[in-house]
């Protein structure tokens, strides 16, 4: 039997990491919660990481830097990038970046779903 997938959520909001954690687990998958960009990068091993989801504006690092320096290695999982901040500069920014997704807060539920399983069979 593979592995059960592992989730990181990184996000200052303590709210959301909660509500993403519930989901998350509910759609069978292990989930790591992150305060901050920094956290994440303190974390080892962070091969353990199949996905991310990932907000933009946090105090400290953005989600975007995070993004700009874990690009620097190899083997970065895929990053999906949850947020309330939408404009266009960003959105192209991450995408270019190579994030797998943008969406924005409120989360459709049903697309995120999607989207983790798209970044999973990916």
């Keep these: 039997m593979p592995p059960v997938p592992t989730i990181a959520v990184v996000d200052d909001d303590q709210a959301i990491r909660e509500a993403m954690d519930d989901l998350v687990k509910s759609c069978g998958y292990e989930c790591r919660l992150f305060a901050s960009a920094e956290e994440f990068l303190a974390f080892e ?13 946090m105090p400290g690092l953005s989600g975007i830097e995070l993004q700009a320096e874990l690009n620097k290695h190899s083997g970065r999982p895929p990053m999906i990038f949850v947020t309330s901040y939408k404009d266009e500069r960003t959105r192209n920014t991450a995408i270019n970046g190579g994030a797998f997704a943008f969406l924005g807060k409120p989360v459709d539920i049903e697309k995120l779903i999607g989207c983790l399983e798209s970044a999973l069979s990916h």
């Excluded at 091993?45 to 504006?57: N, T």
């Design 45 to 57: 091993p962070r091969s353990a990481i199949d996905c991310m989801l990932v907000d933009v504006k």
